[in-house]
């Protein structure tokens, strides 16, 4: 495969796993790991406040957690938990990026309507 023939493929595996909710990169052996999955309310009042927290198969180095801040704020967060303050109608996704201790990094996202 030609450089330019691996960019596209690379460019086409981003974006088809920030479609797909879960993404695996990296890590030993080439990569993949543990599946994290997001459990909590998939639908939210407007002006309330909900905890998401991750379904996980090992120890997690670290965590970010996300929301488009058009629709909510992260209010409190650890490695596996997070409270999401609702702040508008409309769908969104609560998000989160994981690095395990082996150094995989994923993404899981649940999908969300805020009524």
Do not use: C
């Not at 543990?34 to 997690?60: A, F, K, M, R």
């Not at 488009?68 to 702040?87: A, E, L, M, Q």
């Not at 990094?105 to 309507?113: D, G, P, R, Y």
Request: no cysteine; aromatic share 10%.
């Amino acid at each position: 495969m030609n450089m330019s023939t691996k960019t596209i493929v690379f460019g086409l595996f981003i974006i088809f796993g920030a479609f797909s909710g879960k993404a695996q990169v990296g890590g030993p052996g080439g990569g993949g790991g543990n599946t994290y999955t997001i459990s909590g309310p998939s639908s939210v009042i407007d002006g309330s406040t909900s905890s998401y927290s991750l379904n996980h198969g090992s120890s997690i180095a670290s965590t970010t957690w996300g929301i488009s801040n058009v629709y909510g704020n992260v209010v409190s967060s650890t490695k596996t938990r997070v409270d999401i303050s609702f702040i508008k109608f409309g769908s969104t996704s609560v998000s989160a990026f994981i690095q395990d201790n082996l150094g995989n990094i994923q993404l899981a996202s649940k999908n969300i309507v805020i009524q």
